[in-house]
């Protein structure tokens, strides 16, 4: 399945600078982020209204406003933005949001806080070993600091809504599991193209 869907996607090239195109590791990590921009365009209108009918409009104001960053990114290679530059706007609103939802949803315990792995392992997936390190890092440092935050009371308490709560925490494991998957079979796409 890897073999035949990496293929698909090309479709993003027309969007890229030649010179992004005329190198094979860039162009790869372009599409990538390309594809994750895709994805995101589609799951903002989603999770925006679901976050408004939860009653979380301002986290359904993150949302769009990370989603518009997140979607630009792969644009700011065609106006000269090399892909490191590209990827860590991506990664950093994606870092910011989850910031922004812990701090409105429960802190360390927020049901979104899970998704703080995806910054890293789409650092990794566009950009190798060490940006997804350096992300890591920062994530660690996030979580570190919304722990202590939290048990030093200043933090807002976290919403007391456990149907609500319930609803984030099954959406947001299947959402995570989704882009897991999705980042494996991009990354194992890219392995099977590289070792041809």
Same mark, same amino acid.
């Given at each position: 399945m890897i073999a035949t869907a990496y293929p698909l996607l090309k479709v993003f090239d027309r969007l890229l600078p030649p010179a992004v195109r005329a190198h094979d590791t860039e162009l790869q990590g372009a599409r990538q982020l390309s594809l994750l921009a895709a994805v995101t365009a589609g799951s903002?209108? @989603?999770?925006?209204?679901?976050?408004? @009918?939860?009653?979380?409009?301002?986290?359904?104001?993150?949302? &769009?406003?990370?989603? &518009?960053v997140m979607m630009v990114s792969p644009f700011t290679l065609t106006a000269g933005a090399g892909l490191p530059l590209a990827r860590d706007l991506f990664v950093g609103a994606l870092f910011m949001l989850k910031i922004g939802m812990a701090l409105q949803l429960g802190g360390i315990g927020a049901p979104t806080t899970p998704w703080f792995v995806l910054c890293p392992a789409v650092a990794m997936l566009i950009g190798g070993l060490r940006p997804g390190l350096v992300w890591g890092a920062l994530v660690l440092v996030a979580l570190v600091a919304l722990f202590v935050l939290q048990h030093l009371g200043a933090l807002p308490p976290a919403p007391v809504d456990p149907d609500g709560m319930a609803v984030l925490q099954l959406a947001g494991m299947i959402g995570l599991l989704a882009l897991v998957a999705l980042i494996v079979a991009l990354a194992m796409g890219a392995a099977a193209t590289r070792g041809r």
């Open positions: 903002v209108p @989603l999770l925006t209204v679901m976050y408004h @009918l939860l009653g979380y409009d301002a986290v359904g104001m993150m949302v &769009i406003t990370a989603g &518009i």
